[in-house]
């Protein structure tokens, strides 16, 4: 779901087998998902939780607590530093942390939405998701959150949503797990774009606006615009809701 530029390979030096688990995720998340393009006004996203005594096994792990398909393009390897996907859950949730704990090598959990999202005026065991955090904190996990991060990045999930679509329509020369990059004149553009992106996401921003006849000269109807998004995203069932033209003829 990257743009192939995003998924070149990353070379291990001395120095970047001595990093922490922190350092190696900070840096891959600011490669592919930069939280400067957050919606900051009210969205909460990074470090959620941080350890105070990290992991430090020899081989750790991360776990992706992200959608299964998208969840692929967020398992980068850095040295002995081993990605895996936990659950197609997108919070941290109980099942979640137990799964994630029960592996001595977990030192991160990376997450979609975050598990603290307004402010708290305490932290205790009587609130789940509190809790769960406490028990990451206590066993060495630290918790980190992308959020629209990863909806606004190039080559992320709008980007990923959009391409689906533009796939069901039939767009011309997308190679295989090929992305549209938003901005190029094939039919994605972001609905406001960014206006300093970073290093490699020119032309991302809030939001996607899909134009099928720009991208594969023609459109979709309702019920094959449905069977896009459920083949994109891999699901059995998806619920449209009919446009205000056809509920009110």
Request: with cysteine; glycine share 10%; hydrophobic share 35%.
């Amino acid at each position: 779901m990257l743009l192939r530029s995003l998924l070149k390979p990353i070379k291990i030096s001395t120095t970047i087998r001595s990093m922490s688990t922190l350092t190696h995720l900070g840096q891959a998340i600011e490669r592919l998902t930069p939280l400067s393009l957050a919606e900051s006004s009210w969205d909460n996203v990074g470090l959620m939780i941080e350890a105070p005594k990290p992991n430090q096994l020899p081989k750790r792990s991360i776990t992706v607590c992200i959608d299964r398909k998208f969840s692929l393009f967020f398992l980068f390897p850095l040295s002995s530093l081993e990605a895996k996907s936990c659950s197609s859950q997108l919070i941290v949730t109980r099942p979640v942390v137990e799964a994630a704990l029960a592996k001595e090598s977990t030192s991160a959990i990376l997450t979609y939405h975050p598990p603290i999202f307004s402010g708290l005026k305490s932290i205790t065991m009587s609130n789940s998701i509190q809790r769960s955090l406490l028990e990451c904190a206590t066993k060495g996990v630290s918790v980190y959150t992308i959020h629209t991060a990863a909806d606004n990045a190039v080559g992320g999930v709008n980007d990923y949503m959009g391409t689906g679509l533009l796939r069901a329509a039939g767009i011309d020369g997308l190679g295989e797990g090929e992305l549209v990059r938003p901005g190029q004149g094939r039919g994605l553009r972001a609905l406001k774009e960014h206006s300093n992106p970073p290093k490699g996401h020119e032309g991302c921003g809030g939001g996607r606006i899909v134009d099928l006849r720009e991208g594969a000269g023609k459109g979709l109807g309702r019920e094959e615009m449905v069977n896009a998004v459920k083949e994109t995203l891999g699901l059995k069932h998806c619920q449209s809701l009919p446009s205000l033209s056809i509920l009110n003829p």
